[in-house]
């Protein structure tokens, strides 16, 4: 039987992906204010930085996930990737310059990027152990939770950067990581949190590169995903730029954004959750696609900030699946390897942030951010369109057989 666990193991993993989820919600949305307009960078170059840091980063989280399949501990590489963060963006805050910009997000970056995946291959090797009738809730829970960093910290986060200085984003990154590291230290203290699923044994003579093996459907719907959430990247990387330069707004609304979304995405998470009980996961990542799409699409003829946040509905309702239904999508991408499989999400996230950054930097060199948002849209059409034709068998309601 299964020791149990002498530590709140549920409470500190919801504060864990809390302050995970600050990481992300303190700097993405001003990660180009802080390159572009603050350090001086073109948004070339800027794109280049954060293109080199999602190459090198793929390789890092393939490489992780692999690993952590293997390690008797999976605790450690969240603790090492943690340290990595607060190394990352400490750095940022400490010698504000576009060196140490670029060494951060290029370099030291990716490694601390594939904690956010890291947290979610334990949880949920740690539930299927200790509780495997809601190990898939827990991860869609503990999603939620990220999601509530999103609705808190994004407008604080603005009004700090405003009032104050914009760097104080990565200080408040850079102590969420150092939380991140603190709880996963406190459960390495009780035995009972250690969790670890054996790997399924490859077959005689099979090759290693067998392990990777994947049905044409879930390679497309992986491809899918990664454009998608290019077309996301797009829209991350343009919208402050779009608010402050064609929009009239103020970093203050650049915070203000994106909390918003994060507050229509949480509840949008719950019907979601009862969605997935009815239709395929194909068939919503593919109808969020185009959700984004007309979201981008709109936005980029809008001319007030009005208009612009009463369209964060669509936002919400569109990042919501792609942050959510993807999980347990990809996590059953590669049978019975959990880590491997999870580390896919940070593959598609850091290559989705390379063709992101790449179309940034290409569509935004003459500062035409309206354009850039129309290309955005029709990106997200693609992921939509490759993800649906690709899984064609698996698009509308659960069958039976898939839903027990």
């Known amino acids: ?12 993993l919801g504060t864990n992906m809390f302050f995970s989820g600050v990481t992300y919600a303190a700097t993405m949305p001003y990660a180009s204010l802080v390159g572009v307009d603050t350090l001086g960078m073109s948004p070339g170059w800027f794109a280049t930085v954060m293109a080199a840091g999602s190459i090198l980063g793929t390789l890092v989280s393939l490489t992780l996930g692999y690993i952590s399949d293997k390690l008797p501990d999976r605790r450690l590489l969240v603790l090492a990737t943690a340290l990595a963060g607060i190394i990352a963006h400490g750095m940022i805050y400490v010698w504000p310059t576009q060196l140490s910009f670029m060494i951060a997000m290029a370099l030291v970056m990716p490694v601390a990027g ?19 009738k809601r190990a898939d809730f827990m991860v869609t829970a503990l999603r939620m939770v990220f999601t509530l960093a999103w609705i808190v910290v994004p407008p604080l986060a603005g009004w700090i950067a405003a009032e104050f200085d914009i760097f104080n984003v990565y ?24 969790v670890q699923m054996p790997p399924p044994v490859r077959a005689e003579g099979a090759s290693l590169l067998s392990t990777f093996a994947l049905p044409l459907g879930t390679l497309a719907g992986l491809a899918g995903l990664v454009v998608m959430t290019a077309a996301m990247r797009i ?10 330069g064609d929009l009239g707004g103020t970093v203050t609304d650049v915070g203000f954004y994106a909390g918003i979304t994060a507050a229509i995405e949480a509840p949008c998470m719950l019907l979601l959750a009862y969605l997935t009980t009815r239709w395929t996961k194909e068939t919503l990542l593919a109808a969020a696609g185009l959700v984004m799409a007309a979201f981008i699409g709109i936005a980029s003829i809008l001319t007030s900030m009005a208009a612009f946040y009463w369209l964060l509905l669509l936002n919400g309702l569109g990042t919501a699946a792609l942050m959510s239904v993807n999980i347990p999508y990809v996590q059953d ?48 059409v693609v992921g ?7 899984n064609m068998s698996r698009l509308g309601e659960l069958r039976t057989a898939e839903a027990t």
């Open 384 to 390: 939509a369109a490759i993800m649906a034709f690709g």
């Open 333 to 380: 991408a590669i049978k019975g390897r959990v880590g491997l499989s999870t580390s896919l999400m940070d593959v598609v996230a850091i290559a989705a942030n390379l063709l992101g950054a790449t179309a940034f930097g290409l569509l935004t060199t003459g500062g035409n951010y309206r354009f850039a948002l129309m290309v955005g849209a029709g990106v997200a």
């Open 235 to 244: 829209l991350t990387f343009t919208v402050p730029l779009f608010i402050v």
């Open 114 to 132: 594939a904690c956010y995946g890291q947290c979610f291959a334990y949880v949920r090797v740690y539930y299927v152990t200790h509780d495997p």
């Open 1 to 12: 039987m299964t020791a149990r666990p002498r530590l709140p193991v549920t409470a500190l």
């Open 171 to 194: 200080l408040a990154s850079s102590l969420s990581y150092a939380a991140v590291a603190a709880i996963f230290a406190l459960l390495m203290a009780d035995k009972a949190t250690a």
